[in-house]
């Protein structure tokens, strides 16, 4: 897939977007990262608290290799509360905020916090996962 190799963003000489009504200036290379869960039927709340739990602790124990610091801008997350009925089976979201998409490919690919993550996720009950990134403005 190509990506527009010039978007149409209005962006400050800072390289930063900046809203319409100008309420709002964000790094223009952000890369979000939406995160979907759906646990095994018959997996308690008291089993998949820990679990979200520990999702919200990487934004601290996921660190950077050349900064030695943590490298999530933001980590949100939390249980469905949709009127809409189209959750299609996942009851979680979380949505994660990285400078660019070195840091997001980072992330999911080598962060030893992450990996381990995983492993716990998947031996906890996740019966299935959807994930889908955005670079910030890029449409």
């Known amino acids: 897939m190509l990506l527009p190799t010039n978007p149409v963003v209005p ?3 800072l390289g930063s977007i900046v809203h319409k009504d100008n309420s709002k200036i ?3 290379n952000t890369v979000v990262h ?3 869960l759906e646990f095994a039927d018959g997996i308690k709340t008291e089993a998949i608290r820990p679990l979200c739990d520990a999702f919200v602790k990487l934004k601290d124990t996921c660190i950077h290799p050349n900064t030695k610091k943590p490298y999530i801008n ?3 997350g939390g249980y469905d509360n949709s009127i809409e009925s189209l959750t299609h089976g996942y009851t979680h979201a979380f949505v ?3 400078s660019n998409l070195g840091d ?3 992330y999911v690919n080598t962060d030893p916090s992450h990996q381990s993550f995983k492993k716990l996720l ?3 009950g996740l019966a299935n996962v959807t994930v889908i990134d955005f670079t910030n403005g890029v449409y």
Do not use: C, H, M, T
């Open 34 to 36: 939406i995160v979907l």
């Open 26 to 28: 964000e790094p223009a």
């Open 96 to 98: 994660l905020e990285f």
């Open 104 to 106: 997001r490919d980072y």
């Open 11 to 13: 962006v400050n000489q």
């Open 74 to 76: 933001s980590l949100k």
């Open 122 to 124: 998947k031996d906890g």
